[in-house]
């Protein structure tokens, strides 16, 4: 167990967790002590509970590398995330792990060329982003993630999700 240097007023400020894949109820006590605060970083927006760790990450996000952060107080009832998912994104997880297994064994000269794997928040669907693409060489480069090393990346939206014969994608065209 790690040193946790109290809170003035909350001393070892308990918070209730919420699970980080689906945000259902999270199974762990968090003691926060003094870091009752939340960093969001300005670019993509990731939250870094307790603050981004500036020694690790050298003060940058870990999800965008970008280093600039809007910090606030965690409300009084404020959840933060487990550290583990629930049973059933643990459950979901574990599909998802052996599909990008196939997926990888199916592909692996490309993703041995830079390929990225792209899944869409939307539908869950799986996308191979060529490794000669710019999009796939900026991907890696931001996250550090050289190939043959095999990078999977969520995408808030993908071309199933925008197909002319989707109907929110044609609400309002007539």
């Known amino acids: 167990m790690s040193d946790i240097t109290l809170h003035p007023e909350l001393g070892v400020n308990p918070r209730l967790t919420f699970c980080p894949g689906c945000g259902g109820a999270g199974q762990d006590l968090m003691l926060l ?37 809007d910090r606030r107080i965690l409300t009084d009832q404020e959840k933060v995330p487990s550290s583990e998912l629930c049973e059933c994104c643990k459950k979901k997880n574990e599909v998802f792990q052996n599909e990008l297994k196939e997926l990888y ?31 796939a060489k900026h991907m890696r480069e931001c996250h550090g993630i050289a190939p043959p090393k095999p990078f999977v990346v969520s995408v808030p939206g993908c071309p199933n999700c925008y197909a002319p014969e989707n109907e929110e994608f044609n609400r309002g065209k007539d």
């Open 33 to 69: 002590g003094n870091r009752n605060y939340v960093d969001e970083c300005r670019e993509c927006g990731m939250k870094h509970y307790g603050g981004a760790n500036r020694r690790r990450t050298r003060k940058k996000c870990q999800r965008c590398g970008h280093d600039c952060f």
């Open 105 to 135: 064994e199916e592909y692996k000269p490309a993703f041995e060329a830079g390929a990225v794997f792209s899944t869409c928040e939307k539908c869950n669907s799986l996308m191979i982003v060529n490794g000669e693409a710019e999009l």
